[in-house]
């Protein structure tokens, strides 16, 4: 099994920043790819960035320039830059890992962007 625990949520002023950070436990051997997805009221879960299983990373295009992920494989995590961040970012954000055979999710942090 692997556990995922996200932190860095919170509320922020249109145009703010925030860093998410995701840290993986228990058997991070069998992880293939990392990744962050977001899923707002009313709407689907969608992919945000991600670590494919080469390490090349893909953002979503509403996303790009603005978000950044990032990892650090020794500490088996991985980030989520935000900056310039918009009223529409706004979601619980999920970090989320995949092995051969399963998905794991993380409970989610909230992320607000508002004034």
């Known amino acids: 099994q692997v556990q995922l625990v996200e932190s860095g949520g919170g509320l922020v002023q249109p145009g703010g920043s925030l860093r998410l950070s995701c840290a993986a436990s228990?058997?991070?051997?069998?992880?293939?790819?990392m990744g962050w997805y977001r899923q707002a009221p009313g709407k689907q879960r969608e992919l945000v960035a991600a670590f494919t299983s080469t390490g090349t990373t893909t953002h979503a295009d509403s996303v790009k320039g603005r978000f950044t992920i990032s990892r650090d494989n020794v500490k088996k995590a991985v980030y989520l830059q935000m900056n310039s961040l918009k009223p529409e970012d706004t979601a619980v954000y999920y970090c989320?890992?995949?092995?051969?055979?399963?998905?794991?999710w993380g409970q989610g942090t909230q992320v607000t962007v508002s004034t």
């Open positions: 989320n890992a995949n092995s051969n055979l399963l998905s794991y």
């Open positions: 228990g058997s991070t051997f069998r992880i293939n790819t």
